[in-house]
């Protein structure tokens, strides 16, 4: 496991402190949990902005778009 050393600002770290009280976890915990679901937004959001810059890659209106779901029912 890798350690890494951060400064944060006083208002983010009194209220990391505020919650590992709260829920009984430690800071440690709540860090990694917090920065495994933003790595997994971001790659979610990167997937999303390739998807947007690939030109074979079609986007679809609203109405294309409910057009083709209700077809499927």
């Known amino acids: 496991m890798m350690s890494v050393s ?3 600002p006083d208002e983010i770290a009194s209220a990391l ?3 590992a009280r709260a829920t009984d ?3 440690s915990y709540l860090i990694q949990k917090a920065l495994a679901a933003f ?3 971001y790659a979610d959001y990167q997937i ?3 998807r947007l810059r690939d030109k074979d ?3 679809l209106s609203s ?3 409910r057009r083709r779901l ?4």
């Open 70 to 73: 209700a077809s499927s029912h």
């Open 25 to 27: 976890r430690t800071k």
């Open 6 to 8: 951060i400064r944060l």
């Open 57 to 59: 890659d079609p986007v």
């Open 48 to 50: 999303a902005i390739d």
């Open 39 to 41: 790595l997994t937004d």
């Open 63 to 65: 109405s294309e778009l």
């Open 17 to 19: 402190e505020a919650l």
